[in-house]
Each structure stands twice: as C-alpha cells, then as structure tokens.
C-alpha cells in the first residue's frame, strides 16, 4: 500500500530534489488520512454549481469566468484524489485539460461543464470513492468520449 501511495505521490509531483524519505513519510501520512471528504466534496460540488449557473446565464460572455470556473474544477481535483476518489480526480484532470486549451469558453464548454458538475454531485451522494468499480469505468467511458467530442468539434471550427 505505501509503495503504491509513494509511487502515486511521485507521478503527480515528479522527481527531483525531494528525498525519498520524505516522499515515503508524506505517503504514510496520506495513508493513515482518516478525513470524510464528502462534507468538503459537498461545498466544492455545491460551489461549482453556482459557477455553472452564472455561466449559463452569461450566454457567450462566459470567458471573463474562466479563473472561477478553472479553480473550482482544481479544488474537486486536488481534494478528491488526497481523499481517495480518483475518479473525480481524473475526470476534473482531463476538464481541466480542454479548459486550459482552450481559446474561449463556449456554451458547448459550458455544457461539459454541467455534466461533470452531474456526476460529480452524484459520486458525492453515492460516496462513490477510488475508480467508482464497473460503473466508474462506464462514468469514465462516457466523460471522455464527451470530451473528445468536444476536442474534434473545436478543431473542426478552429
């Protein structure tokens, strides 16, 4: 378990100057981390929301958003794979992927975006943590065939 977290550890914050030591006292601490993220995923789900919300409501004037909008999908990364629910965690890695590739946030975005907030909110609900088993592989499935969607039909436009 603990060579598994320090491998994990590293791929997310690659090597250098850090000891091993220090990487395998860091994942140690992360393994014997007993906090719910659920009451915490519930407020950063909630907030996203309310991004969400505003954006629709902004038509295409979503584009001054974008730092809002880029650390609510940040805060659902970071929290939700400290607390062992990976499969927020990858799919907020690849929204996060389009969002900084993105030259405009558009309704198309905005749309992905409602369905990530979706999904999100119900893995919360469910308490559904790790790689969410078969109906995590189906969430995920789908999650990235939408962004890919997304991704060809921006370069089609572009």
């Known amino acids: 378990m603990i060579n598994e977290s320090i491998e994990r550890l590293r791929k997310k914050t690659g090597t250098g100057k850090i000891s091993p030591e220090l990487i395998k006292r860091a994942s140690r601490v992360l393994a014997a981390n007993n906090v719910d993220f659920i009451p915490m995923g519930r407020v950063f789900v909630t907030g ?5 919300e505003r954006a629709e409501a902004c038509g295409d004037g979503v584009e001054p958003m974008r730092p809002e909008i880029t650390k609510c999908v940040m805060e659902l990364k970071a ?3 400290m607390f062992g629910f990976d499969l927020i965690g990858d799919m907020s890695a690849m929204l996060l992927s389009l969002i900084e590739t993105t030259k405009k946030i558009d309704r198309n975005l905005v749309s992905l975006l409602n369905v990530y907030h979706k999904s999100c909110k119900a893995m919360v609900s469910t308490k559904m943590s790790g790689d969410g088993g078969e109906m995590g592989k189906e969430i995920l499935a789908e999650f990235t ?4 969607r997304y991704e060809r039909r921006r370069r089609s436009i572009a």
């Open 79 to 81: 929290n939700a794979t």
């Open 48 to 52: 996203l929301g309310d991004v969400i």
């Open 145 to 148: 065939a939408a962004c890919d």
